[in-house]
């Protein structure tokens, strides 16, 4: 198995975490960002978007990190990171889609503006507006923690995988983020994970 994707990428943080949670040997590649690779027909006739992450596993070329995440757990992790219970599969489910689509998304200005544009460049309006859209999100999420170990509770699941690997980023920011009480013990409690510690790398770039 050989995931594509510098580890820099939080949507290949994502997928990595997941491989080493389940115990699978792989093979990782740098590519995409400073390490290139990701615009060659090579690669772009694996993902023609040009975006990293893929996976490769035997005859499946993947790409879309939670798509991937998702395949893994359910492949691997029947019981553990993929819930049996459909219901609690769609809740977990649902947390990774709003950690793509609402946490990531508030996030991303201040993190390019932030840490990937000169400061001369900056613009200090559009990160204040991403400061705050990524403060009301992680709000939510602080409230959805109240009285849980894990985002379903005490089951740690691929929901808590997405939405970590974007709470770290925010954590790290330079912009005064402010995690909530329930959010820091989370985040705390899934950075003692073994399967993580090579994955959430501090500095963020």
């Not at 939670?66 to 219970?85: E, F, S």
Request: charged fraction near 20%; charge should be neutral; glycine fraction near 10%.
């Amino acid at each position: 198995m050989r995931i594509l994707g510098r580890l820099n990428s939080v949507n290949v943080q994502k997928v990595v975490w997941c491989a080493q949670e389940l115990g699978l040997g792989y093979e990782r590649l740098d590519v995409g960002g400073k390490f290139g690779g990701n615009t060659t027909p090579e690669y772009l006739a694996k993902n023609p978007n040009g975006r990293v992450p893929v996976l490769e596993d035997g005859d499946l070329v993947l790409w879309e990190s939670n798509a991937i995440v998702r395949y893994l757990a359910a492949k691997h992790g029947a019981g553990t990171l993929w819930p049996i219970d459909p219901a609690v599969r769609a809740l977990s489910d649902r947390w990774m889609d709003w950690g793509t689509m609402t946490l990531n998304a508030a996030i991303h200005t201040a993190f390019w503006q932030t840490i990937r544009t000169p400061e001369e460049q900056r613009d200090a309006a559009a990160i204040a507006k991403s400061a705050a859209e990524s403060q009301a999100a992680m709000d939510i999420l602080d409230g959805a923690l109240a009285g849980k170990a894990f985002v379903l509770g005490e089951q740690f699941s691929m929901g808590d995988i997405v939405v970590g690997c974007s709470t770290h980023r925010w954590i790290n920011l330079p912009i005064g983020p402010k995690p909530g009480r329930h959010v820091q013990a989370w985040y705390e409690r899934i950075l003692q994970r073994p399967a993580v510690k090579s994955v959430l790398i501090t500095p963020i770039t």
